[in-house]
């Protein structure tokens, strides 16, 4: 199972909006409902910012917003902070393998 | 407060065994999945496998089937991930996580890793 596609890097200034692609086939993003983006900064744990394609876990701010059209989910970070500057991960539910991760995209924050 | 504390770093020589542990607490551990990724020094994450320690039901990844065992002990509240003979490409942070909200086996809250280093 080939990892979910995403963009290696992305870079926005404080204040705009950013958004990370990840694209997959009908047998993992397009089939289910069932995608999850990560949060990771240098040496620490990822943390979940969306699952289950668009939802919050409590305590995320609400400038982080999940879709997903077709085979392709997507990550918006609207008013970009410099704390924001992280590693994302992509994860979709696949019916071969279960889980699968995207390659992760680095957000510079400029 | 839901809580994952995983055990130390590990340095193995290729060949030796490990069982790398990470315990639960602040919820019900029999009642959700726990699972366990890997991260490459310097590469991405990789979703090996979870298991239900209420009746130790449990999915692999096919990359990792019969390369790691994943088990738990519901008694400690603990899950386990387990080499029998590591190689150095198993050099790696390991993380476990729990599925509280996501559908489908997805890792929701995280412990703070292990880092297994395999050297000879």
């Known amino acids: ?110 | 407060e839901v809580q994952l504390v995983q055990s130390g770093a590990e340095v193995k020589k290729p060949g030796e065994s490990l069982k790398i542990s990470c315990k639960g607490s602040g919820y019900s551990f029999t009642g959700y999945w726990i699972g366990w990724v890997r991260q490459m020094p310097g590469k991405g994450l990789e979703w090996m496998g979870i298991i239900y320690p209420g009746d130790s039901n449990t999915r692999y990844s096919p990359s990792f089937q019969g390369q790691v065992t994943i088990s738990a002990d519901k008694s400690i509240t603990t899950a386990y991930l387990q080499w029998s003979s590591l190689k150095a490409s198993d050099t790696a942070m390991y993380y476990c996580a729990v599925n509280f909200w996501s559908g489908y086996y997805g890792m929701d809250v995280w412990g703070q890793g292990t880092t297994v280093t395999v050297s000879s």
């Open chain 1, 1 to 110: 199972q080939s990892a979910l596609t995403q963009p290696a890097s992305v870079s926005g200034s404080p204040g705009q909006s950013i958004t990370i692609s990840c694209t997959g086939t009908s047998s993992d993003v397009g089939g289910y409902n069932s995608v999850s983006w990560y949060q990771q900064h240098p040496g620490k744990a990822p943390k979940l910012m969306i699952y289950d394609v668009s939802n919050r876990p409590s305590g995320v701010s609400n400038r982080f917003s999940g879709s997903k059209s077709g085979n392709t989910a997507s990550l918006t970070i609207s008013g970009l902070q410099a704390e924001d500057e992280a590693d994302y991960y992509c994860n979709s539910y696949t019916s071969s393998t279960k889980r699968v991760f995207g390659g992760g995209t680095k957000l510079t924050v400029l």
